[in-house]
């Protein structure tokens, strides 16, 4: 059974960037035909797709993000990255990476989930 596992800090500061690592166990991040996605929940909201990277390397982004997003991979370490810049108050969430059959920016298809860190954007 797949797992992921979120790291990295808990607080940033603003105009910083955001950086977290996704390590998977149980599965390999090349094996089709699944993407491995990174989704947040900021506080009082629904849990929003930021962008995916699938089983060949491709990537894609939320149009919103898109600019100040970057996700790549680790192959030999079965690791996922997330890289969000000029971070504000706005970007405090919950952020998770997640598995999914489907390269889809609807998280209810994504079907395995890590436990999430909760990110916070503060001076």
């Known amino acids: 059974q797949v797992q992921l596992q979120e790291s990295g800090p808990g607080l940033v500061k603003p105009s910083q960037t955001l950086s977290l690592t996704c390590t998977v166990s149980g599965g390999s991040i090349t094996s089709s035909p699944y993407y491995w996605a990174w989704l947040r929940q900021p506080p009082g909201k629904a849990r929003e797709w930021i962008g995916h990277i699938g089983y060949a390397g491709n990537t894609n982004y939320r149009p919103s993000l898109k600019s100040r997003t970057s996700i790549s991979r680790d192959t030999s370490k079965n690791q996922l990255f997330l890289q969000l810049s000029s971070v504000s108050p706005e970007d405090t969430a919950v952020y998770y990476c997640?598995?999914?059959?489907?390269?889809?920016?609807?998280?209810?298809?994504?079907?395995?989930w890590g436990q999430g860190i909760q990110v916070t954007v503060s001076s």
């Open positions: 997640a598995r999914g059959n489907y390269g889809t920016s609807d998280p209810q298809f994504y079907n395995d």
